[in-house]
Nanobody
Framework: QVQLVESGGGSVQAGGSLRLSCVASGFTYKNYCMAWFRQAAGKEREGVGYFAGYGTERYASSVKGRFTMSRDNTETESTLYLHLDSLRPEDSGTYYC??????????????????????WGQGTQVTVSS
């Protein structure tokens, strides 16, 4: 059973940093793509970063150069991190971790699309004050 559990959200001032974690279990990390999304109140869910099973990364233009992802793996679980630097008030929202079904990669147009992902975590809140 695939499970995704996010943590690490909080409240910071503009310019600050956070590190979000997504502990993933129930699947072989190399066979799944994962991603981070965020959703602000009243707005659509937005793709932030894509991480292919074999390690290719891609970032939304709005966060490129400020956010980075990394991954640690054990025999039973994989943790995908999202490092958020130089935070801005517009980065505020609920951040979600997502995973595909058994796919090692996703075509470009779908990599940051919520429709491509079958499994979701519960989300963690990030609030950036000016």
């Amino acid at each position: 059973q695939v499970q995704l559990v996010e943590s690490g959200g909080g409240s910071v001032q503009a310019g600050g940093s956070l590190r979000l974690s997504c502990v993933a279990s129930g699947f072989t990390y190399k066979n799944y793509c994962m991603a981070w999304f965020r959703q602000a109140a009243g707005k659509e869910r937005e793709g932030v970063g894509y991480f292919a099973g074999y390690g290719t990364e891609r970032y939304a233009s709005s966060v490129k150069g400020r956010f980075t992802m990394s991954r640690d793996n054990t025999e039973t679980e994989s943790t995908l991190y999202l490092h958020l630097d130089s935070l801005r008030p517009e980065d505020s929202g609920t951040y979600y971790c997502a995973a595909t079904g058994n796919q090692k990669w996703i075509e470009w147009d779908l990599q940051l699309s919520a429709n491509a992902y079958s499994f979701w975590g519960q989300g963690t809140q990030v609030t950036v004050s000016s």
